[in-house]
């Protein structure tokens, strides 16, 4: 596992990196000293998003404030991030009201809006959809399961536009979309940042980050932005391995990157902005917190009896996971004379991997195939690859005047390939088969794969998309209403090809097509100044496909039975209902709204029992309802505060009949998995002057709740469930269970910081976060429907920091 774990190797190339990117941004600002007045003076002529505390954005795709927009949506600023001390799009989660993230690991979230959500997608699942569409600017990036963990550093500000936004946003935004949005270049002034940061996690792994961002004015009509960033993570997770030796902090790993973005600006009216991005993520681990294991749990009596302490699993094979991003895109505006014409153009480049110790996997199969032990300790590495190619092109026009008909027109193009692969090396395992079932298997079953692999696949994936859309709004009076449709046409053609002794030797090939339309309605009425009702009504949109095959050989005959006839998915539909409430004044921003949303085919993912299989149902009627509110204010000059909730009742309205209920958990009544009924963050901040310094002192705390939760529709069912592991090897019997509580329960996190931001430019930050070191579980980790493995997906331990920021 050299790719992964070459960490003095990193850290040596993320040092001559920020010392040299240090050295450029001190050598630019020095050069350009004497053009430059103070900052106190610069910041007065900034053009800055938000004005006169107004934030500025551009869900509608056109500039318009948090308060103007006429549906429910939230904007955390580069300063609210800051502070937060976010990292990731789950630290952010937990601020926002009604966004919900589910961890399965580094770079592998599944984000859900206002509780829809279809369950736990994992690893050797590409042909499922995501949810909630992610963009970078203008330029989608998210990709199910495998959406980026981008860095969060010299951002704008990060939206969440709650509630399906297909008419401008297409098929991957059915329950919301969430938009990275980057600071620009700016042809006014010299500008940077230079930050710093070292931390301790869990009290003995050390990590930090070192980062930069350079605004260069290049000539009157041509500005260069560039940012660079390497972050070291501490790891929390401790593995056990063969022998009894533990190895500490398994799961710590780093991620660099930068983006380049040129503005080219000849007039007032043409804009031209290529840019590129690069990212590159690597862990080591998992943080996969195990409870049983079919090498490490307390029933063995021919080896040594485990039983795990928290932030523990057992591992006979390193672990990794590296992804490499690479976006290049072009956006260019040209005003036409009351109209303007937006071409955005990308390309992204990704390669994925995923390296997991599947050797409690294998090794259950091996026992039930009846291998001697010495079969069923081989090492074995699942080892899964995806590499995406998507390129995409939207061209829209707009109006551009102050008049009470507002309009935009677009046509959108993506073609998306995919290629996912998968692998099971296993060296020697074809010894043993071969001398189990009969000489010459291994060959006959590998259907042109490598040998000692039990286990390989082939899914090549095209997905192209087109689609146009318009939406329109006229003012009249105190009222608003806006009216937008989206026509849209899918197709999708996937190959299958597996092979090894756990696979069904398939060689197929299929073809999904769907097109339809997307409208949106909205009202708003401007009841009293400063305070708006809105009312909208729209509908969002997901994608089908087909379910891969089932590996039978891993089958029980029930399970089979059971999942076997479920080939494939249709579209999943839903309208979205919402009333809400905009009010601001003296200082006070209260936003609230209420919702309904009404699911059709909701495409739900559940465990195919001990296949190892994942498939995905259609269920006929489901529903998201709730409530969602936001404050924020200065009751005075020094004290800030924000509060932020929802409560949201994300329920099944049909039940899959017979065995599948219980083996599903898809019954009327039980709740759609991964999301929490209640939550709600609350911050706090206090500042002061600081004469003698020449800045300001501040101390910040919040607290963050996250209710309690399922992941998959069936953990309901059953529950507390015995698991019946079922495995004779090690001495543990063949009656060996293990019962657990599948509701993940409900968790706080308490973050405290202080520092001081001083008029120089230099900002000092301490923090400390998860200051109770809640152990929090984010979701439920099983192996073969649970008779190799269990665990939980866990959150990061008690955190302490030290930020240095200097801006220019």
Not at 102 to 127: K, Y
Not at 152 to 166: A, H, I, K, M, S
Request: aromatic content about 10%.
């Amino acid at each position: 596992m050299q790719q992964f774990k070459s960490a003095s190797h990193w850290k040596r190339n993320a040092f001559l990196a920020g010392t040299s990117l240090a050295a450029f941004m001190a050598f630019s600002s020095s050069a350009v000293a004497q053009s430059m007045e103070s900052r106190a003076q610069t910041s007065n002529e900034e053009q800055s998003s938000n004005e006169g505390d107004e934030i500025i954005v551009t869900a509608t795709k056109r500039a318009s404030t948090v308060q103007d927009v006429p549906f429910s949506i939230n904007a955390q600023t580069e300063e609210d991030i800051q502070k937060s001390g976010a990292v990731t799009i789950e630290d952010l989660s937990r601020n926002v009201a009604g966004l919900a993230v589910q961890n399965l690991g580094p770079g592998q979230s599944q984000v859900s809006v206002r509780g829809v959500s279809a369950g736990q997608v994992v690893r050797d699942q590409p042909g499922v959809k995501e949810q909630v569409g992610v963009y970078l600017d203008e330029s989608v990036v998210s990709l199910s399961l495998f959406t980026p963990d981008l860095d969060l550093f010299d951002l704008n500000r990060v939206e969440t536009l709650r509630g399906p936004q297909g008419t401008l946003f297409g098929s991957g935004s059915v329950g919301g979309t969430v938009r990275y949005i980057t600071n620009q270049p700016n042809l006014n002034k010299v500008e940077g940042t230079v930050e710093g940061n070292i931390n301790l996690v869990d009290g003995d792994d050390l990590g930090g980050h070192l980062k930069g961002a350079i605004n260069l004015p290049i000539s009157d009509i041509m500005a260069l932005r560039v940012v660079g960033y390497h972050t070291e993570y501490g790891g929390f997770i401790n593995a056990r391995r063969e022998g009894g030796s533990i190895d500490e902090d398994v799961n710590d790993g780093r991620r660099s990157g930068g983006r380049v973005s040129l503005l080219i600006q000849p007039t007032a009216d043409i804009s031209i902005t290529p840019r590129v991005v690069y990212q590159e993520t690597r862990a080591n681990g998992f943080n996969r917190q195990e409870i049983y294991n079919l090498y490490a749990n307390p029933y063995t009596t021919t080896r040594p009896a485990v039983t795990f302490k928290e932030r523990e699993q057992f591992l006979r094979l390193d672990e990794g996971f590296a992804d490499n991003t690479l976006l290049a895109d072009l956006t260019a505006s040209f005003g036409l004379g009351g109209v303007e014409l937006t071409s955005v153009t990308s390309y992204m480049d990704r390669e994925i991997t995923v390296s997991r110790d599947a050797s409690a996997l294998t090794g259950s199969v091996s026992v039930d195939l009846g291998f001697p032990a010495a079969g069923v300790l081989l090492p074995s590495n699942l080892f899964d690859t995806t590499d995406l190619k998507t390129f995409t092109q939207e061209i829209r026009i707009a109006s551009d005047n102050s008049g009470p008909f507002q309009w935009v027109l677009g046509g959108f193009y993506s073609d998306v390939e995919r290629v996912y692969a998968q692998r099971l090396p296993t060296p020697g395992y074809d010894a043993f088969t071969d001398a189990r079932i009969g000489a010459g298997t291994s060959v006959a079953v590998a259907n042109g794969f490598p040998l000692n692999s039990p286990y390989n696949a082939d899914i090549p994936y095209d997905i192209t998309q087109k689609a146009v859309f318009g939406e329109a709004s006229y003012e009249l009076g105190r009222l608003t209403a806006t009216a937008g449709l989206r026509y849209y046409d899918f197709k999708e053609e996937r190959t299958f090809k597996s092979g090894g002794l756990f696979s069904n030797l398939d060689n197929t090939t299929d073809t999904t097509k769907s097109n339809g339309v997307s409208p949106r309605l909205l009202l708003s009425y401007e009841a009293f100044d400063d305070v708006k009702l809105n009312l909208q009504a729209s509908k969002g949109f997901r994608l089908g496909g087909v379910n891969d095959p089932l590996n039978l050989p891993l089958c029980g005959p029930s399970d089979a039975a059971l999942f076997g006839s479920y080939k494939d998915y249709d579209d999943e539909t839903l309208w979205n209902y919402e009333a809400g409430v905009k009010a601001r004044r003296g200082g006070i921003t209260f936003n609230t709204a209420a919702f309904y949303t009404d699911i059709k085919n909701l495409q739900v993912t559940v465990d195919a029992g001990t296949c190892s299989s994942r498939v995905v149902f259609n269920v006929d009627k489901a529903h998201t309802m709730g409530l969602e509110f936001e404050l924020a204010g200065s009751p005075t000059e020094n004290l800030d505060f924000s509060l932020s909730g929802s409560l949201v009742e994300a329920e099944f309205d049909s039940t899959i009949g017979g065995a599948l209920t219980a083996s599903t958990g898809i019954r009327d009544g039980n709740r759609l998995p991964s999301v929490p009924k209640f939550q709600v963050s609350a911050t706090a901040a206090y500042s002061w002057p600081m004469p003698g310094l020449g800045g300001e002192g501040f101390v910040q705390a919040s607290v963050q709740h996250v209710g309690n939760r399922y992941t998959q529709p069936s953990d309901q069912e059953d529950n507390p469930r015995t698991f019946l592991h079922r495995l004779p090897f090690g001495g543990a019997p063949v009656t060996a269970s293990t019962t657990l509580n599948l509701l993940l329960p409900s968790y706080e996190l308490v973050n405290l910081s202080a520092g001081v931001e001083l008029d120089n430019g230099v900002d000092i930050t301490a923090y400390v976060n998860n200051l109770f070191d809640e152990n929090a579980l984010l979701s439920f980790d099983r192996e073969r429907g649970g008779r190799a493995r269990l665990g939980y997906n866990i959150g990061q331990p008690r955190t302490y920091g030290l930020t240095v920021r200097k801006s220019f």
